[in-house]
């Protein structure tokens, strides 16, 4: 069974320019997540994702970030315009779905350096 | 709101001996989740044990055990025979919440060093 896949595995940007990255979660899996981890710090969640729709983006800074799964399956982190402050390893992860008894599946994660 | 606590930065263990990692937690949810994940450099996030919380059994994975103490919101993974490869950060987490009652909220983690 594939994993969850992403894109780029690392990125260097300056400050004020935009990236953006992709995920591909496990087939058939409804709940996807993006995670943001800060070198020294745990995953903290941006955004939760139901089949096509939001359940939680509490977290996710809404002046600078985006992301969306048009057709429930891939998913896009955009950031626009990135701070030095946004750098740190972007996780995606996805599950069966979202209750509280399914295990979450991560990717590799994708590397972000903002200079 | 759940928050997740661990208090060793740094843990060495030698090969072939056993090592316990510590983590508390705080949660207002009654159905609620426990996990231990591993990451090694690559930063992908490998679960390695997960606890019910309404079962009081402790978990136990090979070489991986847990000692879950509900009421004192204590969650500490062992691992025994430790191997080379057992080298990498350890993250305790909870999850629960209505509404986004899989949502992962993680401690700061446990760098496991394996020494020979």
């Known amino acids: 069974e594939a994993g969850v896949a992403q894109s780029p595995r690392y990125k260097i940007i300056e400050k004020r320019q935009s990236v953006a990255f992709w995920c591909n979660p496990i087939?058939?899996?409804?709940?996807l997540y993006w995670y943001q981890q800060i070198l020294g710090q745990g995953p903290k969640l941006l955004i939760q994702f139901q089949n096509n729709g939001v359940v939680d983006d509490s977290q996710l800074p809404k002046d600078r970030f985006s992301a969306e799964r048009l057709k429930g399956v891939d998913s896009t982190l955009k950031i626009q315009p990135a701070k030095l402050e946004d750098s740190a390893v972007y996780l995606c992860?996805?599950?069966?779905?979202?209750?509280?008894?399914?295990?979450?599946?991560f990717g590799e994660g994708s590397w972000l350096t903002v200079v | 709101a759940q928050t997740v606590t661990q208090s060793q930065p740094e843990m060495s263990v030698q090969e072939a001996e056993t090592v316990t990692l510590s983590c508390t937690y705080d949660t207002s949810e009654s159905d609620y989740y426990l996990f231990w994940y591993k990451q090694p450099p690559s930063r992908q996030m490998i679960l390695v044990i997960r606890?019910?919380?309404?079962?009081?059994q402790n978990a136990t994975e090979n070489r991986f055990s847990v000692n879950f103490q509900k009421a004192a919101k204590s969650f500490s993974l062992k691992i025994s025979d430790s191997q080379l490869g057992d080298a990498a950060m350890y993250f305790c987490a909870t999850n629960g919440g209505s509404g986004t009652a899989s949502k992962l909220t993680f401690g700061t983690g446990t760098r496991l060093q394996v020494t020979l």
């Open positions: 606890q019910e919380a309404y079962k009081q």
């Open positions: 087939s058939g899996h409804a709940t």
């Open positions: 992860a996805s599950s069966l779905f979202g209750s509280s008894g399914n295990t979450i599946y």
